[in-house]
Protein backbone atom coordinates (compact mmCIF):
# COMPACT_ATOMS: atom_id res chain seq x y z
CA UNK A 1 0.00 0.00 0.00
CA UNK A 2 1.16 3.46 -0.71
CA UNK A 3 2.22 5.68 1.62
CA UNK A 4 0.14 9.07 2.23
CA UNK A 5 1.86 12.20 2.39
CA UNK A 6 0.09 15.49 3.87
CA UNK A 7 1.27 18.67 2.76
CA UNK A 8 1.02 22.35 4.52
CA UNK A 9 1.44 24.51 1.29
CA UNK A 10 1.45 27.83 1.85
CA UNK A 11 2.80 31.45 0.77
CA UNK A 12 6.67 30.81 0.76
CA UNK A 13 5.98 28.10 -1.84
CA UNK A 14 9.07 26.29 -0.55
CA UNK A 15 6.70 23.18 0.04
CA UNK A 16 5.31 22.72 -3.09
CA UNK A 17 8.51 23.18 -4.71
CA UNK A 18 10.10 20.60 -2.67
CA UNK A 19 6.39 18.14 -3.16
CA UNK A 20 7.22 18.78 -7.26
CA UNK A 21 10.98 17.26 -6.55
CA UNK A 22 9.58 14.57 -4.16
CA UNK A 23 7.06 13.11 -6.54
CA UNK A 24 9.63 12.38 -9.19
CA UNK A 25 11.67 10.36 -6.11
CA UNK A 26 8.91 8.85 -3.79
CA UNK A 27 5.79 6.64 -5.20
CA UNK A 28 3.34 7.86 -2.25
CA UNK A 29 0.01 9.82 -2.30
CA UNK A 30 0.35 13.56 -2.09
CA UNK A 31 -2.61 15.89 -0.48
CA UNK A 32 -2.34 19.44 0.33
CA UNK A 33 -3.99 21.85 2.87
CA UNK A 34 -3.47 25.48 0.98
CA UNK A 35 -2.75 28.64 3.21
CA UNK A 36 -3.31 31.46 0.56
CA UNK A 37 -4.97 34.57 -0.93
CA UNK A 38 -6.85 34.14 -4.29
CA UNK A 39 -4.42 35.34 -6.81
CA UNK A 40 -1.86 32.74 -5.96
CA UNK A 41 -4.85 30.61 -5.80
CA UNK A 42 -5.63 30.25 -8.92
CA UNK A 43 -1.94 28.87 -9.76
CA UNK A 44 -2.66 25.44 -7.17
CA UNK A 45 -6.37 25.18 -8.73
CA UNK A 46 -5.20 24.83 -12.31
CA UNK A 47 -0.96 23.59 -11.97
CA UNK A 48 -0.21 20.03 -13.54
CA UNK A 49 3.12 19.84 -11.91
CA UNK A 50 2.57 17.54 -8.82
CA UNK A 51 -0.13 15.84 -8.49
CA UNK A 52 -2.03 15.92 -5.43
CA UNK A 53 -4.69 13.49 -5.00
CA UNK A 54 -7.10 15.67 -2.70
CA UNK A 55 -6.71 19.06 -2.00
CA UNK A 56 -8.13 21.70 0.53
CA UNK A 57 -8.24 25.53 0.59
CA UNK A 58 -8.12 26.54 3.87
CA UNK A 59 -9.95 29.72 3.81
CA UNK A 60 -13.37 27.69 2.22
CA UNK A 61 -13.92 25.68 5.13
CA UNK A 62 -13.62 29.13 7.96
CA UNK A 63 -16.81 30.87 8.89
CA UNK A 64 -17.12 33.77 11.08
CA UNK A 65 -20.29 33.29 13.07
CA UNK A 66 -20.98 34.71 16.40
CA UNK A 67 -24.60 32.95 16.62
CA UNK A 68 -23.75 29.47 17.06
CA UNK A 69 -20.89 28.01 18.84
CA UNK A 70 -20.35 24.23 19.51
CA UNK A 71 -18.67 25.23 22.76
CA UNK A 72 -19.19 21.01 24.60
CA UNK A 73 -17.29 20.66 20.68
CA UNK A 74 -14.51 22.56 21.89
CA UNK A 75 -14.28 21.82 25.18
CA UNK A 76 -13.87 17.27 24.27
CA UNK A 77 -11.53 18.48 21.88
CA UNK A 78 -9.18 19.97 24.27
CA UNK A 79 -9.44 16.65 26.23
CA UNK A 80 -9.63 14.10 23.84
CA UNK A 81 -5.96 15.97 22.20
CA UNK A 82 -4.58 17.69 25.40
CA UNK A 83 -4.32 20.68 22.90
CA UNK A 84 -4.91 24.08 24.90
CA UNK A 85 -6.71 26.15 22.47
CA UNK A 86 -6.79 29.86 24.33
CA UNK A 87 -3.28 29.69 24.90
CA UNK A 88 -3.17 29.65 20.83
CA UNK A 89 -5.64 31.98 20.06
CA UNK A 90 -5.04 34.48 22.40
CA UNK A 91 -1.01 34.30 20.85
CA UNK A 92 -1.89 34.25 17.49
CA UNK A 93 -1.36 37.79 16.04
CA UNK A 94 -4.46 38.47 14.15
CA UNK A 95 -6.44 37.94 16.88
CA UNK A 96 -4.52 40.09 19.71
CA UNK A 97 -2.67 43.02 20.17
CA UNK A 98 -0.89 43.15 16.87
CA UNK A 99 -3.91 43.73 14.13
CA UNK A 100 -4.60 47.02 13.84
CA UNK A 101 -7.67 46.42 11.50
CA UNK A 102 -10.49 44.45 13.42
CA UNK A 103 -10.93 43.46 16.80
CA UNK A 104 -11.64 40.08 17.44
CA UNK A 105 -14.76 39.26 19.98
CA UNK A 106 -14.38 36.27 22.37
CA UNK A 107 -17.44 34.23 19.98
CA UNK A 108 -15.50 35.34 16.72
CA UNK A 109 -12.35 33.76 18.25
CA UNK A 110 -14.39 30.29 19.26
CA UNK A 111 -16.09 30.28 16.13
CA UNK A 112 -13.35 29.98 13.72
CA UNK A 113 -11.27 27.77 16.17
CA UNK A 114 -14.28 25.28 15.87
CA UNK A 115 -14.54 25.58 12.03
CA UNK A 116 -10.85 24.72 12.49
CA UNK A 117 -11.07 21.81 14.93
CA UNK A 118 -13.47 20.02 12.42
CA UNK A 119 -11.79 21.07 8.93
CA UNK A 120 -8.35 18.81 10.66
CA UNK A 121 -10.31 16.41 12.15
CA UNK A 122 -12.52 15.41 9.21
CA UNK A 123 -9.23 15.95 6.69
CA UNK A 124 -7.60 13.51 8.96
CA UNK A 125 -10.10 11.06 9.41
CA UNK A 126 -10.75 11.14 5.90
CA UNK A 127 -6.88 10.25 4.36
CA UNK A 128 -5.42 8.66 7.26
CA UNK A 129 -2.06 9.61 6.34
CA UNK A 130 1.02 8.41 7.67
CA UNK A 131 3.04 11.84 7.02
CA UNK A 132 3.09 15.59 7.65
CA UNK A 133 5.38 17.31 5.76
CA UNK A 134 5.48 21.23 6.73
CA UNK A 135 7.19 24.23 7.57
CA UNK A 136 7.69 25.47 10.83
CA UNK A 137 4.29 26.56 12.09
CA UNK A 138 4.51 30.30 12.55
CA UNK A 139 0.15 30.72 13.30
CA UNK A 140 -2.00 29.48 15.46
CA UNK A 141 -4.36 26.97 13.04
CA UNK A 142 -0.96 25.48 11.51
CA UNK A 143 0.59 24.97 15.16
CA UNK A 144 -3.32 23.65 15.87
CA UNK A 145 -2.65 20.73 12.81
CA UNK A 146 0.56 20.51 13.53
CA UNK A 147 0.12 19.39 17.11
CA UNK A 148 -3.10 17.53 16.07
CA UNK A 149 -1.46 15.43 13.84
CA UNK A 150 1.18 14.67 16.51
CA UNK A 151 -2.17 13.37 18.87
CA UNK A 152 -2.92 11.07 16.32
CA UNK A 153 0.42 9.68 16.02
CA UNK A 154 1.40 11.10 12.08
CA UNK A 155 5.22 11.58 11.69
CA UNK A 156 6.16 14.92 11.54
CA UNK A 157 8.70 15.93 8.61
CA UNK A 158 9.17 19.66 9.78
CA UNK A 159 11.66 21.99 7.67
CA UNK A 160 13.14 24.62 10.07
CA UNK A 161 16.10 26.76 10.37
CA UNK A 162 18.63 25.44 13.00
CA UNK A 163 19.83 28.52 14.58
CA UNK A 164 23.38 27.61 12.91
CA UNK A 165 23.79 29.96 9.39
CA UNK A 166 22.89 28.37 5.64
CA UNK A 167 21.87 24.95 7.92
CA UNK A 168 18.21 23.49 8.26
CA UNK A 169 16.76 20.59 9.77
CA UNK A 170 13.88 18.11 9.38
CA UNK A 171 12.20 17.18 12.73
CA UNK A 172 9.35 15.81 14.37
CA UNK A 173 9.83 18.62 17.15
CA UNK A 174 10.11 22.71 16.41
CA UNK A 175 12.89 22.75 19.66
CA UNK A 176 14.63 19.68 19.63
CA UNK A 177 16.57 16.80 17.44
CA UNK A 178 14.63 13.32 17.01
CA UNK A 179 17.85 11.61 15.48
CA UNK A 180 18.39 8.15 16.10
CA UNK A 181 21.70 9.18 17.32
CA UNK A 182 22.34 8.73 20.97
CA UNK A 183 23.84 12.07 21.96
CA UNK A 184 25.74 11.15 25.22
CA UNK A 185 27.01 8.25 23.26
CA UNK A 186 29.02 10.22 20.61
CA UNK A 187 32.65 10.40 20.93
CA UNK A 188 34.17 13.68 21.22
CA UNK A 189 36.26 15.00 18.06
CA UNK A 190 38.40 16.93 20.45
CA UNK A 191 38.22 20.32 18.98
CA UNK A 192 39.58 23.64 20.78
CA UNK A 193 37.51 26.55 22.66
CA UNK A 194 39.04 28.26 19.82
CA UNK A 195 37.71 26.00 17.30
CA UNK A 196 33.77 25.55 18.15
CA UNK A 197 34.39 29.41 18.08
CA UNK A 198 35.50 29.89 14.38
CA UNK A 199 32.61 27.56 13.76
CA UNK A 200 30.05 29.18 14.94
CA UNK A 201 31.75 32.15 13.59
CA UNK A 202 31.67 30.68 10.20
CA UNK A 203 27.97 29.86 10.56
CA UNK A 204 26.51 32.77 12.32
CA UNK A 205 22.78 33.05 12.60
CA UNK A 206 22.45 36.33 13.30
CA UNK A 207 24.66 37.53 10.60
CA UNK A 208 22.58 35.15 7.75
CA UNK A 209 19.47 37.31 9.28
CA UNK A 210 21.19 40.86 8.60
CA UNK A 211 21.75 39.42 4.98
CA UNK A 212 18.56 38.41 4.82
CA UNK A 213 16.72 41.47 6.22
CA UNK A 214 19.39 43.55 3.97
CA UNK A 215 18.21 41.72 0.66
CA UNK A 216 14.56 42.77 1.31
CA UNK A 217 15.43 46.40 1.55
CA UNK A 218 13.42 49.09 1.36
CA UNK A 219 13.67 50.92 -2.30
CA UNK A 220 10.91 53.67 -2.48
CA UNK A 221 10.13 53.26 -5.96
CA UNK A 222 9.79 49.00 -5.59
CA UNK A 223 7.64 49.57 -2.93
CA UNK A 224 5.70 52.23 -4.93
CA UNK A 225 4.52 49.98 -7.37
CA UNK A 226 3.87 47.16 -4.93
CA UNK A 227 1.16 49.72 -3.28
CA UNK A 228 -0.43 50.57 -6.56
CA UNK A 229 -0.57 47.43 -7.39
CA UNK A 230 -2.14 46.48 -4.15
CA UNK A 231 -4.28 48.98 -4.49
CA UNK A 232 -5.58 48.73 -7.85
CA UNK A 233 -6.01 44.90 -7.68
CA UNK A 234 -9.39 43.39 -5.95
CA UNK A 235 -10.11 42.73 -2.53
CA UNK A 236 -12.32 40.11 -1.97
CA UNK A 237 -10.13 38.49 0.80
CA UNK A 238 -11.79 40.89 3.39
CA UNK A 239 -15.07 39.06 3.24
CA UNK A 240 -13.24 35.44 3.58
CA UNK A 241 -10.26 35.53 5.33
CA UNK A 242 -9.62 36.24 8.82
CA UNK A 243 -6.20 37.67 8.30
CA UNK A 244 -7.22 40.51 6.22
CA UNK A 245 -10.70 41.08 8.39
CA UNK A 246 -11.73 45.08 8.50
CA UNK A 247 -8.08 45.57 6.01
CA UNK A 248 -10.26 47.95 3.25
CA UNK A 249 -7.84 49.94 1.19
CA UNK A 250 -8.29 52.87 2.85
CA UNK A 251 -6.99 51.97 5.68
CA UNK A 252 -4.42 50.00 4.33
CA UNK A 253 -3.19 52.96 2.06
CA UNK A 254 -3.12 55.09 5.63
CA UNK A 255 -1.32 52.15 6.91
CA UNK A 256 1.34 52.43 3.98
CA UNK A 257 1.97 56.51 4.65
CA UNK A 258 1.72 56.27 8.09
CA UNK A 259 4.57 53.09 8.39
CA UNK A 260 7.23 54.82 7.54
CA UNK A 261 7.00 58.33 9.36
CA UNK A 262 6.40 56.37 12.88
CA UNK A 263 9.39 53.92 11.64
CA UNK A 264 11.54 56.69 11.23
CA UNK A 265 10.11 59.01 14.24
CA UNK A 266 11.21 55.83 16.45
CA UNK A 267 13.95 55.32 14.74
CA UNK A 268 14.87 58.47 16.20
CA UNK A 269 14.08 57.01 19.70
CA UNK A 270 16.25 54.68 19.11
CA UNK A 271 19.40 56.34 18.04
CA UNK A 272 19.02 58.78 20.47
CA UNK A 273 18.58 57.32 24.02
CA UNK A 274 19.73 53.26 23.33
CA UNK A 275 23.23 53.23 24.00
CA UNK A 276 26.61 52.78 21.37
CA UNK A 277 28.92 52.30 24.40
CA UNK A 278 29.01 51.07 27.78
CA UNK A 279 31.05 49.60 30.53
CA UNK A 280 32.12 45.74 29.91
CA UNK A 281 34.04 45.67 33.00
CA UNK A 282 31.11 45.47 35.45
CA UNK A 283 29.72 42.75 36.61
CA UNK A 284 26.37 42.22 33.98
CA UNK A 285 24.21 39.61 32.97
CA UNK A 286 23.19 40.14 29.21
CA UNK A 287 19.34 39.95 28.13
CA UNK A 288 18.83 40.25 23.81
CA UNK A 289 15.60 40.71 23.13
CA UNK A 290 13.04 38.64 20.97
CA UNK A 291 11.28 40.13 18.01
CA UNK A 292 7.90 40.60 18.62
CA UNK A 293 5.24 38.86 16.72
CA UNK A 294 7.87 36.29 15.77
CA UNK A 295 6.59 32.25 16.45
CA UNK A 296 9.70 31.73 18.54
CA UNK A 297 7.53 33.73 21.45
CA UNK A 298 4.18 33.62 20.07
CA UNK A 299 4.23 29.72 20.03
CA UNK A 300 7.56 28.45 21.27
CA UNK A 301 7.18 30.60 24.82
CA UNK A 302 3.48 31.11 25.32
CA UNK A 303 3.53 32.44 28.50
CA UNK A 304 6.19 34.90 28.29
CA UNK A 305 5.48 37.52 25.53
CA UNK A 306 5.65 40.46 27.21
CA UNK A 307 9.81 40.90 27.18
CA UNK A 308 9.29 44.08 29.37
CA UNK A 309 8.04 42.09 32.42
CA UNK A 310 10.25 39.66 31.73
CA UNK A 311 13.46 42.14 32.17
CA UNK A 312 11.64 43.63 35.51
CA UNK A 313 11.57 39.92 36.66
CA UNK A 314 15.30 39.19 35.47
CA UNK A 315 16.84 42.80 37.70
CA UNK A 316 14.77 41.42 40.96
CA UNK A 317 16.53 38.16 40.63
CA UNK A 318 19.61 39.35 40.04
CA UNK A 319 22.81 39.94 42.73
CA UNK A 320 22.90 43.69 44.30
CA UNK A 321 26.14 43.94 42.46
CA UNK A 322 24.66 43.19 38.66
CA UNK A 323 23.56 44.78 36.06
CA UNK A 324 21.40 43.89 33.47
CA UNK A 325 22.62 44.97 29.37
CA UNK A 326 19.41 44.88 27.52
CA UNK A 327 19.91 45.02 23.57
CA UNK A 328 17.66 45.81 20.87
CA UNK A 329 17.15 43.53 18.04
CA UNK A 330 17.86 44.59 14.89
CA UNK A 331 15.26 42.87 13.36
CA UNK A 332 12.84 44.24 15.16
CA UNK A 333 12.98 47.09 12.41
CA UNK A 334 11.01 44.63 9.90
CA UNK A 335 8.35 45.01 12.98
CA UNK A 336 8.79 48.82 12.30
CA UNK A 337 10.55 48.43 16.06
CA UNK A 338 8.47 49.29 19.04
CA UNK A 339 6.50 51.75 20.71
CA UNK A 340 7.94 54.45 22.33
CA UNK A 341 6.52 54.45 25.50
CA UNK A 342 7.84 50.68 25.91
CA UNK A 343 11.21 51.74 24.95
CA UNK A 344 10.65 54.22 27.76
CA UNK A 345 9.45 51.83 30.27
CA UNK A 346 12.79 49.58 29.78
CA UNK A 347 14.86 52.19 30.10
CA UNK A 348 13.37 53.93 33.05
CA UNK A 349 14.18 50.63 34.76
CA UNK A 350 16.64 50.69 37.78
CA UNK A 351 20.01 48.60 36.60
CA UNK A 352 18.94 48.60 33.20
CA UNK A 353 21.70 49.60 30.26
CA UNK A 354 19.62 49.84 27.05
CA UNK A 355 22.13 49.49 24.12
CA UNK A 356 21.80 49.69 20.45
CA UNK A 357 20.83 47.48 17.87
CA UNK A 358 24.17 48.21 16.23
CA UNK A 359 26.22 46.99 19.16
CA UNK A 360 27.54 43.80 18.36
CA UNK A 361 26.02 40.94 20.46
CA UNK A 362 29.29 38.85 20.13
CA UNK A 363 30.95 41.49 22.39
CA UNK A 364 28.19 41.43 25.01
CA UNK A 365 27.98 37.37 25.23
CA UNK A 366 32.07 37.02 25.73
CA UNK A 367 32.09 39.63 28.64
CA UNK A 368 29.02 39.10 30.54
CA UNK A 369 28.25 36.48 33.61
CA UNK A 370 25.48 34.65 31.99
CA UNK A 371 22.73 35.56 29.28
CA UNK A 372 19.37 35.25 29.43
CA UNK A 373 17.00 34.86 26.42
CA UNK A 374 13.43 33.54 26.05
CA UNK A 375 14.14 31.29 23.16
CA UNK A 376 17.31 32.87 21.44
CA UNK A 377 20.18 31.64 19.61
CA UNK A 378 22.55 34.00 22.01
CA UNK A 379 22.39 30.85 24.85
CA UNK A 380 24.22 28.34 22.47
CA UNK A 381 26.49 30.90 21.66
CA UNK A 382 27.16 31.61 25.40
CA UNK A 383 28.60 28.06 25.51
CA UNK A 384 30.43 27.99 22.73
CA UNK A 385 32.07 31.41 24.57
CA UNK A 386 32.14 29.34 27.91
CA UNK A 387 29.06 31.04 29.72
CA UNK A 388 26.14 29.59 31.36
CA UNK A 389 22.66 31.02 30.34
CA UNK A 390 18.76 30.68 31.32
CA UNK A 391 16.14 30.01 28.89
CA UNK A 392 12.45 30.77 28.92
CA UNK A 393 11.38 28.00 26.66
CA UNK A 394 12.40 24.91 25.09
CA UNK A 395 15.61 24.70 22.69
CA UNK A 396 17.38 22.80 20.29
CA UNK A 397 20.75 23.20 22.70
CA UNK A 398 18.91 22.68 26.09
CA UNK A 399 20.42 19.38 26.30
CA UNK A 400 23.76 21.52 27.39
CA UNK A 401 24.29 21.27 30.96
CA UNK A 402 24.90 25.61 30.99
CA UNK A 403 21.98 25.91 29.56
CA UNK A 404 19.18 26.13 32.15
CA UNK A 405 15.46 26.65 31.60
CA UNK A 406 12.85 28.38 33.64
CA UNK A 407 9.97 26.43 34.19
CA UNK A 408 8.12 29.14 36.58
CA UNK A 409 9.22 32.55 37.12
CA UNK A 410 9.74 32.06 41.46
CA UNK A 411 12.68 29.72 40.21
CA UNK A 412 14.43 32.55 38.37
CA UNK A 413 16.45 34.30 41.41
CA UNK A 414 17.71 30.77 42.53
CA UNK A 415 18.45 29.58 38.84
CA UNK A 416 20.32 33.04 38.13
CA UNK A 417 22.76 32.80 41.49
CA UNK A 418 23.73 29.50 40.64
CA UNK A 419 24.28 29.56 37.19
CA UNK A 420 26.06 33.20 37.73
CA UNK A 421 28.72 30.55 39.77
CA UNK A 422 29.00 27.73 37.31
CA UNK A 423 32.04 26.46 35.58
CA UNK A 424 31.26 25.30 31.76
CA UNK A 425 33.16 22.32 30.40
CA UNK A 426 34.06 23.17 26.70
CA UNK A 427 33.80 19.15 26.10
CA UNK A 428 30.08 19.17 26.16
CA UNK A 429 30.32 21.81 23.56
CA UNK A 430 32.34 19.71 21.51
CA UNK A 431 30.19 17.25 21.09
CA UNK A 432 27.28 19.00 20.86
CA UNK A 433 28.68 20.83 17.90
CA UNK A 434 29.54 17.43 16.40
CA UNK A 435 25.82 16.74 17.20
CA UNK A 436 24.61 19.53 15.12
CA UNK A 437 26.64 18.75 12.19
CA UNK A 438 25.16 15.03 12.31
CA UNK A 439 21.67 16.44 12.79
CA UNK A 440 21.75 19.51 10.16
CA UNK A 441 21.10 19.31 6.69
CA UNK A 442 22.85 21.66 3.85
CA UNK A 443 19.79 23.46 3.14
CA UNK A 444 20.23 27.37 3.30
CA UNK A 445 16.16 28.22 4.33
CA UNK A 446 16.15 32.13 4.56
CA UNK A 447 18.78 31.98 1.32
CA UNK A 448 15.47 30.16 -0.81
CA UNK A 449 12.96 31.69 0.74
CA UNK A 450 15.09 34.80 -0.33
CA UNK A 451 14.72 33.48 -4.52
CA UNK A 452 11.07 32.75 -3.54
CA UNK A 453 10.55 36.05 -2.70
CA UNK A 454 12.38 37.86 -5.87
CA UNK A 455 10.97 35.68 -7.81
CA UNK A 456 7.64 36.03 -7.58
CA UNK A 457 6.56 38.51 -5.18
CA UNK A 458 8.48 41.31 -5.67
CA UNK A 459 11.18 41.12 -3.43
CA UNK A 460 8.48 39.90 -0.54
CA UNK A 461 6.72 43.16 -0.85
CA UNK A 462 3.72 41.92 -2.55
CA UNK A 463 2.20 38.25 -1.71
CA UNK A 464 -1.29 38.73 -3.78
CA UNK A 465 0.38 37.93 -6.90
CA UNK A 466 -0.68 35.88 -9.94
CA UNK A 467 1.74 32.72 -10.58
CA UNK A 468 2.11 31.73 -14.01
CA UNK A 469 2.45 27.69 -14.49
CA UNK A 470 5.22 28.55 -16.96
CA UNK A 471 6.85 30.89 -14.29
CA UNK A 472 7.06 28.10 -11.75
CA UNK A 473 8.36 25.40 -13.94
CA UNK A 474 11.18 28.31 -14.82
CA UNK A 475 12.26 28.42 -11.14
CA UNK A 476 11.58 24.56 -10.37
CA UNK A 477 14.13 23.88 -12.89
CA UNK A 478 16.37 26.45 -12.15
CA UNK A 479 16.64 25.10 -8.54
CA UNK A 480 16.48 21.73 -9.39
CA UNK A 481 19.87 20.39 -7.88
CA UNK A 482 18.93 22.24 -4.14
CA UNK A 483 15.75 20.77 -4.49
CA UNK A 484 16.50 17.33 -5.30
CA UNK A 485 19.17 17.52 -2.24
CA UNK A 486 16.46 18.45 -0.49
CA UNK A 487 14.14 15.95 -1.45
CA UNK A 488 16.52 12.91 -0.90
CA UNK A 489 16.98 14.17 2.97
CA UNK A 490 13.25 13.92 3.45
CA UNK A 491 13.07 10.82 1.75
CA UNK A 492 16.01 9.54 4.10
CA UNK A 493 13.55 10.82 7.44
CA UNK A 494 11.15 9.17 5.89
CA UNK A 495 12.62 5.64 6.20
CA UNK A 496 14.43 6.34 9.15
CA UNK A 497 10.57 6.30 10.55
CA UNK A 498 9.37 3.63 8.25
CA UNK A 499 12.68 1.50 9.93
CA UNK A 500 11.51 2.57 13.34
CA UNK A 501 8.14 1.27 12.77
CA UNK A 502 8.98 -2.01 10.90
CA UNK A 503 12.44 -3.09 12.35
CA UNK A 504 12.59 -6.16 10.87
CA UNK A 505 13.24 -4.40 7.68
Given at each position: ?K???????????????L????????D??????????????????????????????????????N??????????????????????????R???????????????????????????????D???????????????????????????????????????????????????????????????????????????????????????????????????????????????E???????????K??????????????????????????????????????????????????????????????????????????????????Q??????????????????????????????????????????????????????????????????V????????????????????????????N??????????????????????L??????????????????????????????????????????????????????
Open positions: MEKIIFWLGVDLTHFCSWSLKKQLADFFAIIDITNKPRQFFEKQTLVDFKKTWFFFDHIKNSKSIDIDYLTNFEKKYKIDLWTLAINEMFYRFFQFHRFSRNEILSILEHECKLFETILEIKPDFLITKLPSRHHHELFYRLCKARGIKILMLAQARLGHRSIITEYATKFDSSEKYQDLELPGRSLTDLQNFLSSLNYGKQIKKYLHERGNPLIENLKAAIEYLTSENKTETQYYYYGKTTKVLFSMIKGPIVRKYRQAFVNKHLKKDVDLSVPFVYFPMGVDMEETILIGAPFYTNQTEIIRHVIKSLPINYKIYVKENPAVSRDWRQIPEYQEILDIPGVEFLHPSYQSEILVKNCALVITISGTSGFEAAVYGKPSVVFSDTFYSLPSVHRIKGIEDLPHIIRSSLSEKIDHAIDKFVKWLELNTINFDRFGFISINNFFYKGGRLIKVEIKESTMKQFLQKNKSILDELALEHIKKIRSYTNQKNPQR
